[in-house]
C-alpha cells in the first residue's frame, strides 16, 4: 500500500489587498461595492498552504495535490490562469459566493460535500490543507469545520512547518501566544493542517505547470455545482468601514540632527 | 438572555491567562447567572481563580488536557457546553479556543463567529467584527445555536471581580484521544530581535533596507546592526513588511527577519501605543498592520508616499540610515 498524502487544499479567492474596498448593504446582506469588477487574488494564507502542499508532495512519493476553490466560476477561470502555473495540482471548482459576509458554516458544508465527491481520493491519506484564516472573512474557522464535517479530529492551526517521520506520522509546528511554536507529533493523515505563512517563498511561474494543470481546470470548472449566497442564519444590521485617516505632518527639511532629536524625545516621552 | 457559558482555558503552566480573567470578570458581570467552565490540566485547582460571584462551576481535567491539542480539547469543551446546556458560549480568542471551538460547533450543531471586537448581550445577543483584514466593521446577529463567540480584549466593558469561587465545582468527564501528543513549545525566534508584544514601540523595517542607497550600493551588514542596536536601545518590537520577508528567497537579506516579524496584510496586526516605520515607501504596512497602533511615525525618502501620508502622524522625509545611526546615539 502506498504511503503518499492525497492533499486537499482549500483556497479561494480575495479583493487584491491594494483595492479600496468600500462596503455595500443589499437586500440580501453585505458585499462590496463593484465586487464582480474588482481583480481578485488566491487567499495569501491559501496561497502559502499550496507551495506547502507541493512541497510536500514532491518530498512523499505516490503523494497528490488538489486544490478546492469556491467561489464565482469567471472569477475562478480568470484566477487560475495566474494560480495554475505556481504549483502542480488537480483543481475542485465549486460555483458560490467567495464574499468575507457568507456564513462559515455553509462554506465549510459545499466545501466538505465537494471533496467527498472528488474520485480517487483516499480519505485516510488525506492531509486537508488551507489558510488559518482568510484576508475576506478572517475567522479562521473554516477549515477546522470542513475537518470536523470529514470526521478528521487531528487539527493544527496556524502551522508553519510540517516534518514528515519515516513511519507515516509527522511533526507540525503551530504558532501559539508569545512568539512561540507548539510542536507536536501526530500519528499520520487524515489530519487538518491550517496554514499561517510557512516557511516557502513564493514560487516562480512555471508555464509547463500551468498548461498541465490548465487541462483540468477548465473541465472542473464546468462541471462546478453552485451552491448560491451562503449566508446562513446571519442577519447583519449594518458594516460600514471607519475613518481612518490621520493629519500627517510631513517633515521635509529637517536635518539628521533635529529628527534624531525629535524621535528620541518621542520614544522616552 | 439566552443561557451563557463562559469558556475559559488554562495556559501549559495550569495558570489562567489575562485576556480570560479580564474576560470572566466582564462577562460575569453582563450576565451573573452564567456558568463558567474551565479546560485543561489541573483545571479543578485552577477553578479558584473564577470570581466568587459565580454561580456554577465546570470542569474539564485530566492528563489529556496537559498541552493544547485539538482532538482533546475539542471532547473536554464538548462535554462541558452539553453540561452547560447553554446557548451561547464566550471564550477569550486564544490559539487553544480557536483550535477547538469551531470542531465543537459543528458537533454540537452550533455555529461559530471569532475576533469578536464588541458584542451586546441582551434579548437579542448582538456582536460586532472585523472584516477584510480590518478595514471593515460589521454588526449582526444569528439565528442558530449554540453560538461560539470568541472574544477580543475589550469586546465587553471592563469590570471588576474578586476571584476566590468557593462554592461547588463539577467535573465533567470526557474521553480523551491520542494520535496527537503535544511535544512542548519552542521559541519561534531567539534573541534580541524577538516579537514583543509588551513592548511600548514597534519598529517597522520595509524593504528600503536592502536597496541601493545614494551611493549605489547596498549596505544589508550596517542595517542589520543599525536595527539590532535600536532594538537593544529601545526593547521595542520588531515587525517587518512582506516584501522585506519574502525577499528570504531572493539574495540580500535582514537575517533575523522571519515571517513572524510580518505585519500588514497576511501577518499581525500589533496594538503597540507607538509605532515607527523605517524604509517602508511603498508597501502596505501602514494600512493594515497598523490599525492598532496608537501614535504613528514614519521615515522615509518619499515626501508623498501614499501609505504614509494619512496613515502616519509625522512623516520624516529622510534617510533612515542616517536617522537611526544618529537616533541610537542618542538612546544609547
Known amino acids: 500500500m502506498s504511503n503518499g498524502y492525497h492533499i486537499v487544499v482549500c483556497g479561494s479567492l480575495v479583493p487584491d489587498p491594494l483595492q479600496t474596498l468600500e462596503p455595500v448593504m443589499a437586500p440580501d446582506g453585505p458585499g462590496l461595492k463593484n465586487e464582480a469588477m474588482l481583480p481578485s487574488v488566491l487567499d495569501p494564507w491559501a496561497a502559502h498552504a499550496l507551495y506547502e502542499a507541493a512541497h510536500l508532495a514532491k518530498r512523499v512519493p505516490d503523494s497528490k495535490v488538489w486544490l478546492a476553490s469556491l467561489g464565482p466560476k469567471p472569477k475562478l477561470q480568470q484566477l487560475m490562469m495566474a494560480v495554475a502555473q505556481k504549483a502542480p495540482f488537480e483543481f475542485v471548482a465549486i460555483d458560490g459566493s467567495a464574499s468575507g459576509f457568507a456564513d462559515s458554516f455553509e462554506t465549510a458544508q459545499a466545501l466538505a460535500k465537494a471533496i467527498q465527491s472528488i474520485p480517487g481520493l483516499d480519505r485516510d491519506r488525506m492531509l486537508l490543507f488551507g489558510g488559518c484564516s482568510s484576508a475576506s472573512r478572517d475567522a479562521g474557522t473554516t477549515l477546522s469545520m470542513v475537518g470536523a464535517l470529514l470526521g478528521v479530529e487531528d487539527q493544527f492551526l496556524a502551522v508553519d512547518e510540517i516534518e514528515p517521520d519515516a513511519d507515516g506520522g509527522f511533526r507540525v509546528k503551530e504558532r501559539v501566544e508569545g512568539a512561540q511554536y507548539l510542536v507536536s507529533r501526530c500519528a499520520g493523515a487524515p489530519a487538518v493542517l491550517a496554514w499561517a505563512t510557512g516557511n516557502l517563498p513564493e514560487p516562480p511561474n512555471n508555464p509547463q505547470i500551468g498548461m498541465a494543470n490548465m487541462r483540468g481546470i477548465l473541465p472542473a470548472l464546468a462541471k462546478a455545482p453552485s451552491v448560491g449566497a451562503l449566508r446562513g442564519g446571519l442577519r447583519f444590521e449594518s458594516v460600514e468601514t471607519p475613518s481612518q485617516r490621520r493629519e500627517t505632518r510631513v517633515v521635509k527639511d529637517a536635518g539628521v540632527e533635529e529628527i534624531a532629536r525629535e524621535l528620541a524625545e518621542w520614544i522616552r516621552g | 438572555m439566552a443561557k451563557t457559558l463562559i469558556l475559559i482555558p488554562l495556559e501549559a503552566d495550569g495558570t489562567v491567562g489575562k485576556a480570560a480573567r479580564d474576560l470572566l470578570a466582564s462577562a460575569l458581570a453582563a450576565d451573573p447567572g452564567a456558568d463558567v467552565g474551565v479546560f485543561g490540566k489541573g483545571a479543578k485547582q485552577a477553578a479558584d481563580v473564577v470570581p466568587a460571584s459565580a454561580s456554577r462551576v465546570l470542569v474539564a481535567g485530566g492528563d489529556g488536557l496537559a498541552s493544547p491539542t485539538a482532538a482533546n480539547d475539542a471532547r473536554a469543551c464538548e462535554a462541558l457546553v452539553r453540561a452547560s446546556g447553554s446557548q451561547l458560549v464566550l471564550a477569550p480568542q486564544h490559539s487553544r479556543t480557536a483550535r477547538c471551538l469551531p470542531l465543537v460547533a459543528v458537533r454540537t450543531g452550533g455555529r461559530i463567529d ?32 449554540p453560538w461560539f463567540l470568541l472574544l477580543e480584549s475589550g469586546a465587553l466593558p471592563a469590570a471588576e471581580a474578586s476571584a476566590g469561587f468557593s462554592g461547588a465545582v463539577e467535573e465533567v468527564s470526557w474521553e480523551p484521544c491520542s494520535r496527537t501528543q503535544a511535544l512542548g513549545t519552542e521559541a519561534a525566534i531567539a534573541g534580541e530581535q524577538t516579537i514583543r508584544p509588551d513592548a511600548d514601540l514597534l519598529l517597522v523595517a520595509g524593504a528600503g533596507w536592502t536597496k541601493k542607497q ?103 522625509v529622510a534617510d533612515a540610515f542616517a536617522v537611526l545611526r544618529r537616533l541610537n546615539e542618542l538612546l544609547g
Request: proline share 4%.
Open chain 2, 114 to 145: 471569532t475576533r469578536v471586537a464588541g458584542i451586546s448581550l441582551g434579548a437579542e445577543t448582538k456582536v460586532r467584527r472585523w472584516y477584510y483584514r480590518q478595514r471593515m466593521q460589521a454588526a449582526f446577529t444569528r439565528e442558530e445555536r
Open chain 2, 214 to 316: 545614494s551611493d549605489g550600493q547596498t549596505h544589508v551588514p550596517e542595517a542589520e546592526e543599525l536595527i539590532r542596536a535600536f532594538l537593544r536601545a529601545t526593547g521595542a518590537s520588531l515587525g517587518s513588511s512582506k516584501s522585506l520577508v519574502d525577499q528570504k528567497g531572493e539574495g540580500a537579506v535582514i537575517s533575523f527577519l522571519t515571517h513572524m516579524n510580518q505585519v500588514g496584510q497576511t501577518g499581525s496586526s500589533p496594538r503597540h501605543p507607538k509605532g515607527l516605520a523605517t524604509c517602508c515607501h511603498g508597501e502596505e504596512p501602514h494600512v493594515v498592520g497598523w490599525r492598532f497602533i496608537g501614535e504613528r511615525r514614519a521615515i522615509n525618502l518619499d515626501p508623498n508616499c501614499g501609505w504614509a501620508q494619512g496613515k502616519a502622524d509625522v512623516l520624516y
